[in-house]
């Protein structure tokens, strides 16, 4: 979490999540595909519940599979496999279960749908035949391709005039909690009380992966009183703004020390404290408890610090926000600022803080020292002079969203009339469209009983509210087969930029119906992706498409027989922000999406200029750096960020990054291997190299249609580490591990590369395949749907639009935007 | 009645007739069914995960059968060598992803990894269904996500020590009760009015939607479910226990956190506040104050054979292992009805990673221990063709009386030479 540094922006709140959720890993081993065993009919029957049929297996039958013309040209097909495939995938002994003879050539059946699909993506992929078994000849096997994905489109478009590309989807607990806030005004954390939601083709906004259970409504249900019970609290008269400036050294945990004549601490005449220990030593001394909000709202927050003994060199404090509790401050929030030498600096910022947050200051960089006596102490230290609070703001009170639910009713005197008004109000805002007389009934209803039956206002109002939260119509983003209605597509809309629901201006152009014309849309793109709430897409998609998520997932080892001493949580903190920046600076200014594989600048501060070892930045702020020749960087390959999630922490594995590599940015997701072949176990022992290893990996056929695809790719990365530093040679304590990198290899084309410089080249000669696959992405993201091979043209013909405007990303967003795929469901 | 159910089995299989009995179809949840409730035995089954592996070769003993000769770990447990069995060559089939697979452990769901994997309900959470009304909590999610539900969701951990501690025995006051009463009748009516929802919006949904609404209105329905059951407890005094409320250890505290896991199962299982428990050992990213260890569980679980990181992981691993074996004491001392706590709860320990170093989930590390099973030996499966990890699964849901011959990729209700005790 990054804190707002300009007071007007901060009424939101940044919220950086990181799902505990280690990355794929090496999936050397791994099982059939869901059609193969679904295929597989000797393989128990799974626990499943009749009650809640998949969509697929009541999928209408397509007119596509049944045509009488269907198995006549089957006829063509068969001899093809037949000669080809049924050599491993014939009877009851077939390689992985994967049976073909029997393979029916009825696209209407679920199962049967989906293994010629996997046919097709492995036969696309040129996995399949494996490298060493006669292959197709090109036209024999553009037939065989071309038959299924035609086959495969059909029974697809079919099933979308029914049923629509998109799955009825509920809201995921990112969407849940920030449509609360802009409902009731609140900053309360709700997410957590809920499950993970799983994803589906790498995101966690797909219908058909966001399942309901009967725990994720008990959780609706106390989510709804927490932020409820918050919403009732809020009332009450605005509480003053008021400053308050606290002293270092009247801490009491520093206070007793500094009358000992300072061991640990220097008092200095300007009333500053200085401290000689970093956050590793274990010393936290600089934790506030002079102050703590006893309102949550915006506060204005200033330190007056400056380096001591720095040799007139600016230190790096850490400023950490948080709740004490018990042992020390828990920090839920953290930013990095540097502080002038000798002479007190003034860092300002400003920050959303909930209910009894302070800070804590640690300097940066300063480790365990053994100091002695700091009055004689020689070393560098940091002076923190005071602290100013100033707090709390809001936009104003109560808060705008509090006043558009109460409107000017007091909870402690209102009326059954008023209730029911207020429940009018929220409702249309709640399911956002228009909501009618007999919808609302059962609601106001609920209210009715409880006042009649003596209860509260505010505990009846309460329930109707609570009963309106968990209801399908607020927590689904329901859609009708065909064109999107206006309001549907105001949501769509919000949901993609702002991972919230839409605000007034949306659903007034909603009710007028001017929403859907191009003009209308465009400016209303431009009009989210400029406002704060933006932040929730770089968050969301890109936390997902690059699996920034994860970068919590491993700990490089930095302990003092650790190989990454160098790696710190700044480093962390600089690395995400790094491609973070990086995607805002595409989409701000349109740059072309290529700069995905390749670009001529960075977006770096201090650490990170460290690590990848360019010279002339100096400020822990990010900044836009061109980079100089032969810096080996560019693009989002080789940042840190996502070098360091494709990594495990401790070694790197080429066929992790190659496999990620393909997914993401080539848009080639490999299948993963049969499971009767056994995993690479890693020895790091230095006996052989990875290189070795995989080589004889590769001998084996059937992971050698895979691996000539993925290895080259890996091979190209194992130039940088763990934590994305340039090697040349492998780090490690023994000698005889301290093998020479390799990274030069051939890509399955024959086209050579030694470096990655020569490889992002090769990868640039296709810049459609790299703008497809993030068209791709970025239309699954916003849609919330899949897509599947009859989207090919859709997404090709998006793609062709953006040629023109050398592929800028913000005109991708357009082109999506105003494309069928997104303004159909 | 339950020793009925029991010797019927056993006469079955002694007499190799073939599995034919009218089992209780797993494919259709029969909630809490009135006669599931009188009629089995309190027996209770915990499942205990380790997420970065244990190190196989400091756990299976060279030699299978039942003089086996003690492996470094085995050691630490010796004193219950008779309460438990050490399983090897066992694995679920097509279930690879490395650390993924631990979603799978308890459901043995094929094809983790995929962009299309749908994970299936985990074997504790299918019990529940059937035995959950019995006890305040149907199931205990301690820690981690291996209890997964029909539909495929993880369902979160119960949170700190202290949290768990008071919501298994800290009763509200008076005022607390009541306004929970409230709550869970409000509850009630909010499920009604919703579904009345549910139906209007169906009737405008395509075919696929409505299925997906399905979801919705059965989850109402058990949510509901929930609630009713809820109002019956929740005037219940809980029980009493004579122990002080644990303080939560600090996050690098492994060894402290462990324990105190174990305390609490320990004493939800005492006092049948619930019969199921899952939990992981709270293996984090911080080297944990461990003498001797000065690298973090999960560097050490890449030890790519390096003797000085093997050596480490031998002596953080031995420490999770001794506060195993305490928690086995402890289950084996508490009495109940004459019988020991562990001869009435089937404890299945292990990992879901055969090798953490390869990411390998294959050759899983199992050690069944207590519940009604003839313990005291190490039964090693082929290494190149695993046996189904399901099999014990089967196993144990006949332990507790449940007639359920078929868990995810079962082939059988046991394992060969690994039978009940009739």
């Known amino acids: ?825 | 009645m339950r020793n009925s159910v029991l010797s019927r089995r056993t006469f079955l299989r002694a007499a190799g007739v073939a599995m034919a009995l009218p089992a209780l179809d797993a494919m259709t949840p029969p909630s809490w069914s009135a006669e599931a409730k009188t009629a089995l035995p309190r027996h209770r089954m915990v499942f205990i995960n380790h997420g970065l592996g244990i190190h196989a070769p400091f756990l299976f003993p060279e030699k299978p059968g039942r003089e086996y000769k003690l492996s470094p770990y085995l050691e630490v447990l010796k004193d219950f060598r008779d309460d438990f069995t050490v399983f090897s060559g066992l694995s679920h089939p097509d279930v690879g992803g490395g650390h993924g697979a631990g979603n799978c452990f308890l459901t043995a769901a094929p094809g983790q990894g995929l962009a299309t994997f749908r994970n299936t309900i985990s074997v504790d959470q299918m019990v529940a269904e059937r035995i959950g009304g019995e006890t305040r909590y149907d199931t205990m999610v301690l820690a981690g996500s291996l209890s997964v539900t029909r539909n495929g969701v993880a369902l979160p951990g119960w949170g700190r020590p202290s949290n768990i501690f008071s919501r298994l025995f800290l009763n509200g006051t008076p005022k607390e009760v009541k306004a929970q009463v409230v709550r869970l009748h409000d509850g009630q009516s909010i499920m009604d009015v919703v579904q009345g929802s549910a139906k209007k919006l169906q009737e405008s949904l395509g075919a696929r939607d409505r299925d997906k609404l399905d979801e919705y209105f059965t989850a109402v329905r058990d949510c509901e479910k929930h609630l009713v059951k809820g109002q019956d407890w929740v005037q219940k005094p809980k029980p009493k226990v004579d122990v002080q409320a644990p303080k939560d250890p600090g996050k690098a505290d492994l060894v402290g956190l462990t324990q105190a896991n174990y305390l609490l199962m320990h004493l939800a299982l005492q006092t049948d506040s619930t019969r199921l428990i899952t939990v992981e050992t709270p293996y984090d990213e911080i080297v944990p104050p461990i003498p001797g260890v000065d690298l973090a569980p999960h560097a050490l679980s890449h030890h790519g054979q390096e003797e000085k990181k093997l050596a480490q992981l031998r002596i953080l691993e031995t420490e999770v292992v001794k506060s195993f074996h305490d928690f086995l004491a402890k289950m084996k001392d508490t009495k109940e009805d004459g019988e020991s706590l562990l001869d009435r709860t089937a404890i299945l320990w292990g990992s879901h990673l055969g090798s953490a170093n390869s990411h390998d989930n294959v050759n899983l590390p199992i050690v069944l221990a207590g519940g009604k099973f003839k313990h005291g030996q190490y039964l090693a499966f082929d290494k190149n063709r695993n046996k189904p990890l399901c099999n014990i699964f089967v196993g144990m849901l006949h332990h507790l009386g449940l007639e359920i011959d078929k868990f995810g990729s079962s082939t059988g209700t046991s394992l060969p030479g690994f039978e009940l005790k009739t």
Not at chain 1, 599 to 626: C, H, W
């Open chain 1, 1 to 825: 979490m990054e804190m707002a540094k300009k007071h007007e922006r901060t009424n939101r709140m940044p919220h950086w999540i990181v799902v505990p959720i280690l990355l794929g890993f090496v999936v050397l081993r791994l099982g059939l595909t869901e059609s193969t065993a679904a295929d597989d009919t000797k393989k128990a029957v799974k626990d499943e519940k009749p009650a809640a049929p998949t969509a697929k297996d009541k999928e209408p039958p397509s007119k596509a599979s049944s045509s009488p013309g269907a198995s006549d040209e089957f006829a063509k097909i068969q001899p093809l496999l037949k000669k080809y495939c049924f050599s491993c995938h014939e009877g009851a002994k077939a390689k992985n279960g994967f049976q073909l003879d029997t393979l029916e050539p009825d696209f209407s059946a679920a199962k049967s749908l989906a293994a010629w699909k996997d046919v097709l993506e492995r036969m696309t992929a040129q996995v399949m035949p494996p490298k060493k078994n006669p292959q197709l000849k090109t036209d024999e096997a553009k037939l065989v391709t071309d038959w299924i994905a035609g086959k495969v489109s059909a029974a697809e478009s079919a099933s979308k005039a029914v049923d629509g590309r998109v799955v009825l989807r509920r809201l995921n607990r990112e969407e849940y909690q920030n449509t609360l806030r802009d409902l009731l005004g609140l900053d309360n954390n709700v997410k957590d009380m809920l499950p993970d939601d799983r994803s589906y083709n790498g995101f966690d906004n797909v219908g058909s992966a966001l399942t309901v259970s009967s725990v994720l409504i008990q959780r609706y249900l106390d989510a709804a009183d927490r932020a409820l019970a918050r919403f009732f609290t809020d009332f009450g008269p605005e509480p003053k703004v008021e400053k308050k400036k606290v002293f270092n050294k009247n801490e009491y945990r520093i206070k007793p020390e500094l009358a000992e004549s300072g061991k640990q601490y220097l008092l200095l005449k300007d009333d500053s404290v200085v401290y000689f220990n970093g956050a590793e030593s274990g010393y936290q001394p600089f934790e506030t408890n002079q102050f703590a909000a006893r309102v949550p709202g915006i506060y204005k927050v200033r330190i007056s610090a400056y380096g001591y003994q720095s040799n007139g060199k600016p230190m790096t404090m850490a400023v950490y926000a948080g709740e004490q509790q018990g042992g020390g401050l828990v920090p839920q929030g953290v930013d990095y600022f540097d502080v002038p030498a000798d002479q007190p600096g003034i860092v300002e910022f400003s920050r959303y803080f909930k209910e009894n947050q302070t800070i804590k200051i640690v300097p940066y960089g300063l480790g365990y020292n053994n100091i002695g006596n700091a009055a004689v102490w020689k070393g560098k230290g940091l002076a923190v002079q005071w602290e100013e609070f100033e707090g709390p703001f809001h936009e104003s009170w109560p808060t705008p969203a509090h006043q558009r639910v109460m409107g000017k009713v007091d909870r402690k005197k209102g009326t059954l009339r008023d209730a029911e008004q207020i429940i009018r109000n929220f409702m249309p805002r709640a399911y956002r469209r228009p909501v009618s007389d007999v919808e609302m009934q059962p609601y106001l209803d609920l209210v009715r009983t409880r006042m009649r039956d003596g209860g509260t206002f505010e505990y009846a109002l309460r329930t109707g509210l609570k009963g309106v939260l968990c209801s399908p119509d607020f927590l689904f983003l329901v859609e009708k087969t065909g064109k999107l209605d206006d309001y549907a597509l105001a949501s769509r809309l919000s949901y993609f930029l702002w991972s919230s629901m839409p605000d007034d201006e949306l659903i007034q152009l909603a009710s007028k119906g001017t929403l859907g014309t191009p003009e209308v849309l465009k400016q209303q793109v431009e009009r989210l992706l400029q406002s704060p709430k933006a932040a929730a897409f770089t968050d969301n998609f890109l936390g997902q498409w690059l699996d920034l998520r994860n970068i919590d997932a491993t700990f490089p080892d930095r302990s003092y027989l650790g190989l990454y001493q160098e790696y710190d949580e700044l480093l962390k903190f600089s690395m995400v922000k790094e491609t973070r920046s990086f995607f805002e600076e595409l989409l701000k200014n349109d740059l072309s999406v290529l700069n995905v594989v390749d670009s001529k600048f960075v977006m770096i501060n201090r650490p990170l200029a460290n690590l990848y070892k360019i010279k002339g930045v100096d400020s822990i702020e990010i900044q836009k750096v061109t980079l100089p020749a032969h810096s080996h960087r560019g693009g989002v390959l080789t940042q840190a960020a996502v070098l360091k999630v494709t990594a495990n922490g401790t070694t790197t594995s080429p066929v992790l990054r190659g496999v990620w590599v393909l997914k993401n940015i080539l848009g080639q997701p490999m299948p993963p291997p049969p499971s009767n072949v056994a995993a690479v176990e890693p020895d790091t022992r230095g006996t052989s190299t990875i290189r070795q290893q995989l080589a004889k990996h590769r001998t084996i056929d059937v992971c050698a249609s895979c691996h000539t695809k993925i290895d080259p790719v890996g091979f190209v990365l194992e130039s940088y580490d763990v934590i994305g530093g340039w090697r040349d040679v492998y780090r490690s304590h023994d000698p005889r591990q301290r093998k020479k990198v390799e990274p030069a290899d051939v890509m399955p084309d024959g086209k050579r590369f030694r470096d990655i410089d020569e490889f992002k080249a090769i990868l640039l000669a296709n810049p459609d395949q790299i703008a497809r696959t993030l068209t791709e992405k970025l239309v699954i993201y916003s849609t919330g749907g899949t897509v599947g091979v009859s989207d090919k043209e859709a997404l090709d013909d998006i793609v062709k639009r953006i040629q023109g405007h050398d592929y800028g990303l913000r005109t991708l967003i357009h082109e999506i935007v105003q494309s069928k795929l997104f303004l159909t469901k």
